[in-house]
């Protein structure tokens, strides 16, 4: 089970896209949604929907 290189959820394998660059790196994305930001060069961190981990959501305590 590959897991998307922007959000980090794991998916089923014929779902996804599977991008192959210049310099032999792979990248999984299970939406072209995820591909597309990505692209676009934001940071998942930044993202509102994308699922935060516990260790991020820990560092943000007041």
């Not at 991008?19 to 961190?45: F, H, P, T, W």
């Amino acid at each position: 089970m590959p897991v998307c290189s922007f959000c980090k959820n794991a998916y089923d394998f014929p779902k996804g896209t599977t991008v192959i660059q210049k310099d032999s790196s792979v990248k999984y994305y299970c939406s072209s949604k995820c591909r597309k930001n990505a692209e676009m060069g934001r940071l998942a961190k930044k993202v509102k929907w994308v699922k935060k981990s516990e260790i991020v959501k820990a560092g943000k305590k007041k």
